[in-house]
């Protein structure tokens, strides 16, 4: 089993930047064949893919909306992964949830929520003057 905590969340003005931090406790995560990434979601509408990163071979992804301003990493000794949000905008506001899922999903199923096995308890991000 894998629990999943998250912090940084809070309240920043538009073209400020925040710093989400998920950390993995429990089983370890290989550094071979493992998934993880950040999906949000606001009242009303769907759960968004944000970022994701796999390894091994690491390899990050991005929705279209935060490609160029946010940044996804790992660190694998640690078990933490962080998302650097650039350039924060007004529709970026959203509760925040770290996933993931110990396999390598695929390409095509990355921007399904379905496709991983772990959720942390979500964090609010606002973004407003």
């Known amino acids: 089993q894998v629990q999943l905590v998250e912090s940084g969340g809070g309240v920043v003005q538009p073209g400020d930047s925040l710093k989400l931090s998920c950390a993995a406790s429990g089983n370890t995560f290989s550094n071979n064949g493992g998934t993880m990434g950040w999906f949000r979601q606001v009242p009303g509408k769907e759960r968004e893919f944000v970022a994701a990163?796999?390894?091994?071979?690491?390899?990050?992804h991005y929705a279209d909306a935060v490609k160029g301003r946010f940044t996804i990493s790992r660190d694998s000794a640690k078990n933490t992964m962080t998302l650097q949000m650039n350039n924060l905008k007004p529709e970026d506001t959203a509760v925040y949830y770290c996933?993931?899922?110990?396999?390598?999903?695929?390409?095509?199923?990355?921007?399904?929520?379905?496709?991983?096995?772990?959720w942390g308890q979500g964090v609010q991000v606002s973004v407003s003057s």
């Open positions: 990163i796999r390894w091994p071979g690491v390899s990050t």
């Open positions: 996933t993931a899922h110990n396999s390598r999903v695929i390409l095509s199923a990355l921007r399904f929520g379905r496709s991983y096995h772990y």
